[in-house]
Nanobody, 127 residues
Framework: QVQLVESGGGLVQAGGSLRLSCAAS????????MGWFRQAPGKEREFVAA????????NYADSVKGRFTISRDNAKNSVYLQMNSLKPEDTAVYYC????????????????????WGQGTQVTVSS
């Protein structure tokens, strides 16, 4: 089992940047596929980015491709989301999630495959 705690959210102007962090505790962090999801008010939770357990493969939603970068540091039991060129439509609560195992070649976009979730961190982008 793994516990996840996100940090780094806040208020930023459009065009700005934020870096989200997710600290994991528990066993075998390096065996989990890690993902970021987000949920805006009145909308369903949606996939943002994922990284394979090895760190060698990443996957992004089309809406953030080229602007966001996911990375992980298995030595620090952490995963990060660097968000650049932020837009008002990026405003949401961002959640870190962990999937036991997963494909080393294609980290999943499917929410239901992620067993463990953090409490979320609010990102607000003003226009």
């Amino acid at each position: 089992q793994v516990q996840l705690v996100e940090s780094g959210g806040g208020l930023v102007q459009a065009g700005g940047s934020l870096r989200l962090s997710c600290a994991a505790s528990g066993r075998a962090f390096s065996s989990y596929t890690m993902g970021w999801f987000r949920q805006a008010p009145g909308k369903e939770r949606e996939f943002v980015a994922a990284v394979s357990w090895s760190g060698g493969r990443t996957n992004y939603a089309d809406s953030v491709k080229g602007r966001f970068t996911i990375s992980r540091d298995n030595a620090k039991n952490s995963v990060y989301l660097q968000m650049n060129s932020l837009k008002p439509e990026d405003t949401a609560v961002y959640y870190c999630a962990a999937q036991p195992g997963g494909s080393v070649y294609y980290p999943s976009k499917i929410l239901a495959l992620y067993d463990y979730w953090g409490q979320g961190t609010q990102v607000t982008v003003s226009s």
